[in-house]
């Protein structure tokens, strides 16, 4: 087994991987007469029979930095695309997308504040950035991972409203709102991650030799396994309560059938509800990745904490690195998915970069085009909707006339 896992470094980014509650890994000045006895005062951290030797710290210790640094790279760059895109063209800035760049900021914050130093646990033994880090490290791993699920509860209950109730939420669906809603979100992140700044610090332990180690030290086991039952309520299951609840009434109403408009209204209208479940599409699998990227974790986290006997094997080690790895690596997914099932962020991806994916970004790309019943004996009227330069047209055509306007 790896020496990360026995002598508790890997377990030091405690809201991701728990620390073992252990009464005290300090130990007086006095001679210690053999290796057992140093074990019990140190929380049974073993003391190797030579001090000499280097710790194993196992695969991982190579293997896991190096799959951070892949995340980070891939997530860095995609979501800072993301908030381009919506900063540089008007049309991008809707109610749901800010939401999004809401999202991409907590992406970015967690990958650049969090991932290097919880890499840096796998790779050495001993905790070497100080307490004001250790402190903060946590503090922030945790205050982002709830704007994050709180964000994407927020997402959800608008595409609740924009589908369930599109007229009577336009009130309430402003893009002021939807700042102030984000700011709330972060606000409520930073108070409700308080404990963790408090209770991180840094320990005195040995392990083939002395080690500093960054570890959450509550007054009792008790206060550690309500605070965790606390974190997980919070970061995870009832936010994604939320956004399961948003989707059961969106899919409850989609298979209501509705009193559609006659005429040009109707087909505009479909076209519009098309767009509207394209996007709740887009967003409901960003819930569902984000819900089985942290699963695992939180299933460890929560049986380390209430269960501090249970046994840890090899397997189970491997299996914390898994779950690890997989709920950072879903900070980095998320771009991905806009791409793939969001059309608008595709096209101006597209568009934001023409040289990368080798288009013409002064010739026009067809956005979409719908056809409308013309007047009796005439044609269908066809209209198409085109973007070029950060510019918007509409064209109408219709039995050989041509109506056209253009908005910036």
């Not at 991972?145 to 599109?166: E, G, K, M, N, W």
């Not at 992140?189 to 840094?202: G, H, K, M, N, R």
């Not at 970069?353 to 007047?375: H, S, T």
């Amino acid at each position: 087994m790896s020496g990360l896992f026995e002598n508790g470094s890997l377990l030091g980014m405690d809201d991701v991987l728990p620390s073992e509650i252990v009464p005290e890994t300090t130990w007086p000045s006095t001679e210690v007469s053999n290796a057992s006895e140093m074990g019990n005062l140190t929380g049974n951290i073993s003391l190797p029979q030579a001090e000499v030797d280097q710790p194993d710290l196992g695969p991982e210790a190579y293997v896991v930095p190096t799959v951070f640094a892949i995340i980070c790279i891939i997530g860095i760059a995609g979501n800072a695309l993301v908030i381009y895109v919506v900063w540089k063209y008007q049309q991008m800035k809707s109610v749901t997308n800010y939401y999004i760049v809401n999202l991409a900021i907590a992406d970015i914050a967690f990958l650049v504040c969090c991932v290097p130093f919880s890499a840096s646990v796998f790779a050495t033994t001993s905790w070497t950035f100080g307490l004001f880090m250790c402190k903060f490290v946590n503090y922030f791993m945790l205050v982002t991972l709830q704007a994050t699920c709180l964000t994407l509860a927020a997402l959800s209950f608008d595409r609740y409203l924009a589908i369930v109730h599109p007229v009577s939420s336009l009130v309430y669906r402003t893009k002021n709102k939807a700042k102030a809603i984000s700011a709330c979100i972060w606000l409520g992140s930073f108070l409700s991650s308080l404990p963790v700044a408090i209770y991180q610090t840094e320990v005195k332990g040995y392990w083939y030799g002395p080690q500093t180690y960054c570890r959450r030290m509550f007054p009792s086991l008790e206060a550690a396994q309500a605070f965790m039952i606390y974190s997980v309520l919070m970061s995870y299951f009832i936010p994604l309560m939320i956004s399961a609840t948003s989707y059961i009434l969106i899919l409850l109403r989609v298979r209501r059938p509705a009193v559609q408009p006659a005429g040009n209204s109707a087909v505009i209208h479909a076209h519009q509800a098309k767009q509207k479940r394209k996007v709740s599409l887009m967003v409901a699998t960003v819930v569902l990745l984000f819900m089985l990227s942290w699963l695992p974790n939180h299933i460890i986290n929560l049986w380390r904490y209430l269960d501090p006997n249970a046994p840890m094997t090899q397997t189970i080690h491997y299996i914390k690195v898994v779950a690890l790895c997989l709920s950072y690596a879903n900070s980095s997914v998320n771009p991905i998915v806009y791409s793939f099932m969001g059309e608008d962020f595709r096209k101006n991806f597209k568009k934001a970069f023409p040289r990368c994916f080798k288009i013409n970004a002064v010739g026009p790309m067809i956005k979409d085009q719908l056809e409308l019943p013309g007047p009796s004996g005439k044609k269908a009227m066809l209209i198409h909707v085109t973007e070029a330069a950060g510019q918007s047209s509409l064209k109408t055509s219709s039995s050989g006339k041509d109506m056209q306007t253009t908005s910036a």
